[in-house]
């Protein structure tokens, strides 16, 4: 029998109906059921029981499929290893293994959330006639790469707050454009949105 490679494949999360994620293919150059081969998981894997709920292999083909019902979450598995055998059908039955790993890639499924030390009702006293102000807010997105960029912006809802204040995208950084009056207007709400 042929000695297998390792092998990568690739789903998309949150993926739920029964697609093929990847064939594997052995070959034996003996005949008859000395060289039918047929597969299966390890079942002596480390992480054996948790490949069985999630995945099927077909015995005949090679097939790997995603078991009904079941989804994986980027968040929680980026990458999951298993370990497959081939064997033959013969009397003294022959076999080889692969390590196959299935990488999961990512959809924009989360939405950001602010740091939780981060007090969402903030007040702050600033000196009038001064432009002296500086805040960072911090918000999370558990996504990987594009996904999970956060944004920031001042709600648009409020423009006495948006002449005055402004916030950088990026970084969360919020300052002041203008000096405030204290006999123009005492308060401002900022509604910050990430």
Same mark, same amino acid.
């Given at each position: 029998?042929?000695?297998?490679?390792?092998?990568?494949?690739? +789903?998309?999360?949150?993926?739920?109906?029964?697609?093929?994620?990847?064939?594997?293919?052995?070959?034996?150059?003996?005949?008859?059921?000395?060289?039918?081969?047929?597969?299966?998981?390890?079942?002596?894997?480390?992480?054996?029981?948790?490949?069985?709920?999630?995945?099927?292999?077909?015995?005949?083909?090679?097939?790997?499929?995603?078991?009904?019902?079941?989804?994986?979450?980027?968040?929680?598995?980026?990458?999951?290893?298993?370990?497959?055998?081939?064997?033959?059908?013969?009397?003294?039955?022959?076999?080889?293994?692969?390590?196959?790993?299935?990488?999961?890639?990512?959809?924009?499924?989360?939405?950001?959330?602010?740091?939780?030390?981060?007090?969402?009702?903030?007040?702050?006293?600033?000196?009038?006639?001064? +432009?002296?102000?500086? *805040?960072?807010?911090?918000?999370?997105?558990?996504?990987?790469?594009?996904?999970?960029?956060?944004? *920031?912006? +001042?709600?648009?809802?409020?423009?006495?707050?948006?002449?005055?204040? *402004?916030?950088?995208?990026?970084?969360?950084?919020?300052?002041?454009?203008?000096?405030?009056?204290?006999?123009?207007?005492?308060?401002?709400?900022?509604? +910050?949105?990430?």
């Amino acid at each position: 029998m042929s000695k297998l490679n390792e092998s990568l494949f690739f +789903i998309v999360e949150n993926t739920t109906n029964l697609q093929q994620i990847g064939l594997l293919h052995a070959t034996d150059t003996d005949s008859g059921l000395n060289g039918k081969i047929e597969y299966k998981f390890d079942d002596q894997a480390e992480n054996y029981a948790v490949i069985k709920q999630l995945f099927e292999i077909d015995q005949q083909t090679g097939s790997i499929y995603l078991t009904d019902g079941s989804k994986i979450d980027r968040e929680l598995n980026t990458e999951i290893k298993m370990k497959i055998i081939a064997y033959d059908q013969g009397e003294e039955s022959k076999s080889t293994s692969i390590t196959t790993n299935i990488r999961v890639l990512d959809i924009n499924d989360n939405q950001p959330s602010f740091d939780s030390s981060f007090d969402l009702r903030t007040k702050f006293t600033i000196d009038e006639n001064t +432009i002296n102000f500086a *805040y960072k807010v911090t918000a999370n997105d558990p996504d990987y790469g594009t996904n999970g960029t956060v944004f *920031y912006y +001042i709600d648009t809802n409020n423009e006495e707050s948006l002449k005055k204040f *402004y916030i950088e995208p990026l970084t969360g950084q919020i300052g002041l454009t203008a000096p405030l009056d204290y006999e123009e207007k005492q308060t401002y709400d900022l509604v +910050i949105v990430s």
